[in-house]
Nanobody, 122 residues
Framework: QVQLVESGGGLVQSGGSLIRSCAAS????????LGWFRQAPGMQRELVAG???????KYADSMKGRFTISRDNDKSTVYLQMNSLKPEDTAVYYC????????????????WGQGTQVTVSS
């Protein structure tokens, strides 16, 4: 059974930082691209950052330079360091595995964590 267990998140002031972590079970970690997505109220779920099995990374344009995704293979854990947070970063953030690009050009995933609210106050 695939499990993605998230931790971190919560409430932070504008300009602050948060770190999210996600522990993956079984072979899902070592055999899949991993990523973080977010979904704000009334908006579609969007890719925040992704990391391949080999460690190559991809970021949404609005997160470049502020967010960093990384993976610890020994701990089967993927991290998202979020700096210089803005109120518009407020959303539910999801850890994901088996990330892929759809024909529409947007990204999605086969496996999802439970999602955690991140709220950035102004």
């Amino acid at each position: 059974q695939v499990q993605l267990v998230e931790s971190g998140g919560g409430l932070v002031q504008s300009g602050g930082s948060l770190i999210r972590s996600c522990a993956a079970s079984g072979s899902i970690f070592s055999t899949n691209p991993l990523g973080w997505f977010r979904q704000a109220p009334g908006m579609q779920r969007e890719l925040v950052a992704g990391i391949t099995i080999g460690g190559s990374t991809k970021y949404a344009d609005s997160m470049k330079g502020r967010f960093t995704i990384s993976r610890d293979n020994d701990k089967s854990t993927v991290y998202l360091q979020m700096n210089s947070l803005k109120p518009e970063d407020t959303a539910v953030y999801y850890c994901a595995a088996g990330c892929y690009r759809q024909n529409t050009g947007t990204y999605y995933a086969n496996y999802w964590g439970q999602g955690t609210q991140v709220t950035v106050s102004s």
